[in-house]
């Protein structure tokens, strides 16, 4: 029996990495603006699942689901960690017919993918983060116009996560400010005490 392939490393993988954290974004709460990009893939593209993924260093995370439990699966089995290699729309028409594949667990088991479409997540620096992609179990494709939509749909979730970012980094730099005024009129306090001091001891 043969081992499914593994998804392949990006070869600039360290600074993707290190890109992808600074999203500060694994691991949180589901957000609305993301859960209502899913849902509107998985409608126009008539799929049963659909997800937005975030390729990490040994797993892809789900940021935001449709049609399934699961939080997350190892990127060694993962379909978004082949999809993120790809410039373009990544189709896998029918899982099971196609050698990187047929051995996969997760077209072995849950959730049993055979149809796959995944467009990446790039960042305006040309790092993907992840894909917004679309699962069924049968085999199929999609239509241009799906095709289409799904692209177009990957890069609102790249315009959100890119919002996300920056209002974390304005909001880093408030606390900063805050913490540099607090710093000075500490500073300026005791400047004015040992004023009073020198005072008291020129007298």
């Known amino acids: 029996m043969t081992t499914p392939m593994k998804a392949p490393i990006p070869k ?34 008539e799929a049963p699942i659909a997800l937005i993924t975030l390729v990490d260093e040994d797993r892809q995370w789900f940021k935001s689901k449709v049609g399934i439990s699961q939080n997350e699966t190892s990127r060694d089995v ?14 896998v028409p029918d899982a099971a017919h196609d050698q990187r594949f047929a051995r996969n667990p997760l077209v072995l088991g849950d959730p049993k993918i055979r149809f796959y479409a995944g467009a990446p997540l790039v960042t305006p620096d040309g790092h993907a983060l992840g894909t917004l992609c679309v699962i069924d179990k049968v085999p199929r494709t999609l239509r241009p116009e799906q095709k289409r939509a ?13 919002l996300r970012r920056r209002s974390l980094e304005l909001a880093n730099v408030r606390e900063e400010r805050e913490k540099l005024v607090c710093d000075l009129q500490k ?3 005791e400047l004015q005490v040992a004023r009073k001091k020198l005072k008291t001891v020129r007298k």
């Open 78 to 91: 993962s379909f978004c960690g082949h999809a993120i290699m790809e410039d373009k729309l990544f189709i």
């Open 12 to 45: 600039k993988e360290k600074k993707r990495l290190e890109v992808l954290w600074q999203y500060d974004i694994l691991d949180t709460v589901p957000e609305q603006v993301f859960d209502d990009l899913t849902e509107l893939a998985a409608t126009i593209c």
């Open 187 to 189: 500073v300026r306090a």
């Open 150 to 162: 799904l692209e177009i749909l990957s890069r609102h979730v790249m315009t959100q996560l890119e």
